[in-house]
């Protein structure tokens, strides 16, 4: 057999499995140390009680003959993408009925969306999350790197940019430096889009975090339904990166060669996937429904507590991190002369995990998520702002 | 953009799609009408009680900060990996830590394996599971049929097939025949395998319906870990349609170009999937545990009595179905002179759906499914063994 060699491309390792790999050798060498991880963008508080409780009525239908659900629905259960519609109404979107596929989370949604679309260039943002490229790069596509700066807050511009066709990776909020994209970045990209033939795929994952009247779906902005697929997931908006649920949005507008996308892909998914747990899609409801909204947006708020806090320890400390107003992550240089993984194993050392800059293509910097407890993220920002001043003053 | 158009090339619908769209047409013009499927491949009978005893205790501690759990690590929880190698174990299968990755079910699992492996050409047997056939295609591999006739029982056969490297699907107990592959039959193919290293892609997803000393696994026989991939599910064996769960097996020894496959896997699936809902793991876990195993071994004995019955209904009438005894599938040969949607038109006119045989490649043949309920599908059967009389009468 002949092994995708592109997959050896992808090197040493995802950032997040050479992390786990230091920490594991770290408490192996350390037996008593207490570690407090600002690392891996994972949700910590648990599900919220109308989703539990709409789970275990699931769970019950499940063992009763007369309630018990097989297959789902191709696009997903009728309630579940009903949810989503209202999701997307509360922002006055409409999305017709067969816009919507409930799959199984962002990231493999990501990844299949090689599938509908055989575009050749792909255009991803740099820093960015690096599951993008290396999907990308096992589909043989060619990644094409868009360079962002912490000078420019991050935005990605067109300006330069050859103009053919590609498959335009965008997310925001932004993973991993928690920039919100304006209204006028997504503008540009819109009509960039639409004049190369390009696809967007916007990756909206942290929308829920977006305050004041920031963007949280790219179809707010005009000409998005004719070149963008929008990408969600309720990981980290209802917590469940350890239940999986998340959609894709692909308008009617969206259509090659006379076929239209959303058709093109419902009968490709009929071949490749079977769909979310009835378990799951019944917590996902549960958590779109009014009382979800209330209860899961106290989450939201209770993390983005934490990065209000962790700023501000870091701005008194003469940190000026980027992020954490719109986005759980805070996203910050590191001392100079210092790599991502010399600051890594730093703060290591001092019981602070955080995730290295350069595992998203952002050498020099580190990231921290504001996903954790409280008192626990407070002390590890201190400790962090205590050891740049070290650091510091040795320079 | 441009639209894969390898997807418009896959014909009108999924089979089943299709069935859905004539049977909702049916009801719609006769409101009152009785149906019994014995169509879909679904199973009917709830979940097992220890099964939904685990997804409800799993539900409780994900509603808990101190049990709440989020991504699940890349290969699957360790208590599932390890219910899993218990069950190959059962077996008298030794598998390795690292060759299993928890999937959520064997379509998705055989869709992405196109990823871990580039091979060009792919070899599958008709009649099939149409899945196999549509994701070669929309991966844009060349697929060769593999014909097999009523006549020499549904067993491929390696004479005549050109010598070079193939993908080889091959699934035992078989979807849509029921036949079980001998010995014989795999031994073949792994012969066949190592010396044009093609790989095999075992899908053992009915396995669970294998009576007496029939394959219940490719690696029971020699060679198999040199050139097999195997991909299970607890779709059938658990009733876990709903749930989604399944697995795939990459052996120490699949390697090519100096890496290893499951290597390769592990490294493509950190970046292109986050795992299986740790509610349904759990479930899982419960499913393969000695309780689970005498719940669920109950469900396929009821399944099997009622292929059996199902059987002697049809024997009796003078029809001589395929399968029934190692799998929950039957197939007939259609009434002289009749398609296959012309036989389910005739029967859905009876109030029977049955699946035609034509989207599998069968022309000219239907298949029963006995995973519905007893009386239901002794009824429905009686009808069909009534309408082939009818129809030979008309002869």
Request: charged residues 20%.
């Amino acid at each position: 057999m002949t092994i995708n060699n592109r997959i050896a491309r992808l090197g040493d390792g995802y950032v997040f499995a050479e992390v786990a790999r230091r920490v594991k050798k770290y408490r192996a060498q350390n037996k008593n140390a207490v570690l407090i991880s600002l690392g891996i963008g994972d949700v910590t508080l648990p599900l919220a009680p109308c989703i539990t409780e709409a789970m275990g009525r699931a769970v019950d239908e499940m063992g009763n003959a007369d309630t018990f659900r097989g297959y789902a629905p191709t696009h997903g259960y009728g309630f579940m993408t009903d949810a989503v519609r209202s999701r997307y109404a509360a922002l006055g979107i409409g999305l017709n009925e067969g816009t919507i596929f409930i799959g199984d989370g962002a990231k493999s949604d990501c990844a299949d969306i090689f599938r509908l679309f055989s575009s050749h260039d792909v255009l991803i943002p740099c820093p960015s999350y690096p599951a993008y490229a290396d999907i990308a790069t096992v589909a043989g596509r060619t990644v094409h790197i868009l360079p962002t700066s912490h000078e420019n807050g991050y935005l990605p511009s067109t300006d330069g940019v050859k103009r053919r066709e590609y498959i335009i990776f965008l997310c925001s909020p932004h993973n991993p430096t928690g920039v919100c994209y304006t209204k006028e970045v997504w503008r540009e990209w819109i009509t960039f889009a639409q004049e190369t033939g390009s696809v967007i795929i916007a990756d909206t994952a942290y929308s829920a975090y977006v305050s004041g009247d920031g963007v949280r779906s790219v179809y707010e902005l005009d000409g998005a339904r004719r070149c963008a697929v929008e990408i969600c997931s309720m990981s980290k908006s209802a917590g469940f990166t350890g239940c999986r649920l998340g959609w894709t949005v692909i308008p009617d507008e969206i259509a090659s060669g006379g076929i239209r996308a959303n058709t093109a892909w419902e009968r490709c998914r009929a071949a490749d996937y079977n769909g979310v747990a009835y378990i799951i899609q019944r917590g996902a409801e549960a958590a779109l429904s009014p009382r979800g909204i209330a209860e899961t947006s106290a989450q939201v708020e209770y993390y983005m507590t934490n990065a209000a806090l962790m700023r501000n320890i870091l701005l008194k400390a003469g940190i000026v991190p980027c992020g954490g107003i719109d986005a759980p992550y805070l996203w910050l240089r590191c001392p100079a002369g210092y790599t991502s993984w010399d600051t890594f194993d730093r703060l290591l050392d001092r019981g602070v995990i955080v995730t290295p800059g350069c595992g998203f293509g952002g050498e020099g910097f580190i990231r921290l998520t504001a996903f954790g407890r409280r008192a626990d993220s407070l002390t590890a920002v201190g400790i962090i702002a205590d050891e740049y001043g070290k650091v510091g003053r040795k320079l």
